[in-house]
């Protein structure tokens, strides 16, 4: 008997994930992301973040490039099968040992002294809406892992593209005339606010790790190598107020727009390297 029970508690342990994941429908599943990234109601959200930039050269040790930090304001709009995301991002890099925000650099690697651009990306819209055919796979578009009292939803993206900065043009500003990088999501939460449902949007901290080519503004040209960006961060309770001081008043400074989430979903997504280039195209950055 005590055998048995023990095989019988053993087999409930082995399905009891199965068992929990079958007993949150497609559009729940999506309904819970929509709380962990944004609040179903419609008021704004602020994801704030810090951390590291890193360089990682083949054949040398790693150099501690920039500190970073950055935010991320976003609206949630629900539709008939999911939710449109409203957002704007600026993200900053910062003297790793004084936390200032840098307007000028020197390269370690060139000696050159640059000017910083820093994130202004304005939209960054995501369309999180799905045909009935497709809400079956929802957990597999956006999974989840069980980790005891949390749950960590999570992406793994790697963009490969053709890079706005060609080569041929913009040789300076420009590794490669394909983009390609690597970026880790990870959003944490307790099953405990996940399961409140009077929480139209639940406490959530996250993790964001990115491998990408040099930052246009680096003039590191075809060098070899990639930056590696170590962030962390979460959900901020009060907004844009209730970022640091020194990211309020920058960002009210040069970019107020920021301070608040866009209203209309446009396209296409603006990213450092387009921004970029309609700073050269426009004058604004010498080749």
């Known amino acids: 008997m005590m055998l048995r029970l023990i095989i019988t508690i053993v087999a409930l342990l082995i399905l009891l994930p199965g068992y929990l994941e079958a007993q949150t429908s497609p559009m729940e599943h999506l309904e819970n992301f929509m709380r962990v990234r944004g609040d179903s109601s419609g008021e704004e959200v ?153 929480l139209t949007t639940v406490p959530t901290t996250i993790s964001w790790t990115r491998i990408s080519p040099w930052m246009p503004f680096m003039r590191m040209g075809d060098r070899p190598g990639n930056l590696v960006f170590v962030c962390r961060g979460r959900k901020l309770d009060g907004g844009f107020k209730a970022l640091p001081a020194k990211i309020k008043d920058y960002v009210m400074a040069n970019g107020p727009q920021f301070s608040e989430a866009p209203t209309e979903f446009l396209s296409p997504n603006e990213t450092s390297w387009t921004y970029f280039k309609k700073l050269v195209d426009g004058g604004q950055i010498q080749k």
């Open 46 to 198: 602020v994801y704030h973040w810090t951390g590291t930039v890193y360089s990682f050269v083949p054949g040398q040790r790693k150099r501690e490039i920039f500190a970073f930090e950055g935010f991320n304001i976003a609206k949630t709009i629900p539709a008939e099968n999911g939710f449109q995301l409203l957002t704007r991002e600026a993200a900053f890099f910062l003297d790793p040992q004084s936390g200032e925000i840098l307007s000028t650099w020197r390269n370690p690697f060139t000696d050159a002294t640059v000017d910083v651009v820093q994130i202004w990306n304005d939209p960054v819209n995501q369309d999180l809406t799905f045909d009935q055919e497709y809400l079956p796979y929802i957990s597999r578009i956006l999974p989840v892992e069980d980790l005891g009292d949390q749950l960590a939803y999570y992406m793994d993206i790697f963009p490969f593209y053709d890079s706005p900065l060609t080569r041929r043009d913009y040789g300076d500003f420009s590794q490669s005339d394909t983009y390609q990088a690597a970026e880790f999501f990870q959003f944490f939460v307790d099953k405990s606010d996940l399961a409140n449902e009077e």
